[in-house]
């Protein structure tokens, strides 16, 4: 019923920028706190920004400077932009929603975009 929907990532050269997108569909009241997760080779998920439904931010220390977690309710859309990237960003990044639903909150995951940061 809820589907999330990441797009924008790809391959890049250090030092690059890319911008992700994360669209939310079906029936939802409202998007509440929303998350981007990345996964590099052989390690656990982590997460990297988290945005508030107020639109407070909270960034993992390696980012903070280089990427900006953003959303717009009204396109029930989430955004991570990404500058000045650097090979150990590489990874597949995952939206992260909490929503309010027909009846109860509830949480669902995107299926993932690849991030290849290259030397």
């Known amino acids: 019923q809820v589907q999330l929907v990441e797009s924008g990532g790809g391959p890049v050269l250090t030092g690059g920028s890319l911008r992700l997108s994360c669209t939310t569909s079906?029936?939802?009241?409202?998007?509440?706190?929303m998350r981007w997760y990345r996964q590099a080779p052989e390690k656990r998920r982590e997460l990297v920004a988290l945005?508030?439904?107020?639109?407070?931010?909270t960034y993992t220390d390696s980012v903070k400077g280089r990427f900006t977690i953003s959303r717009d309710n009204a396109k029930k859309s989430v955004y991570l932009q990404m500058d000045n990237l650097k090979p150990e960003d590489t990874g597949v990044y995952y939206c992260?929603?909490?929503?309010?639903?027909?009846?109860?909150?509830?949480?669902?995951w995107g299926q993932g975009t690849q991030v290849t940061v290259s030397s």
């Open positions: 992260k929603a909490d929503v309010q639903g027909t009846y109860a909150p509830d949480r669902y």
């Open positions: 079906g029936t939802i009241f409202s998007l509440n706190d």
């Open positions: 945005i508030k439904s107020g639109g407070t931010t």
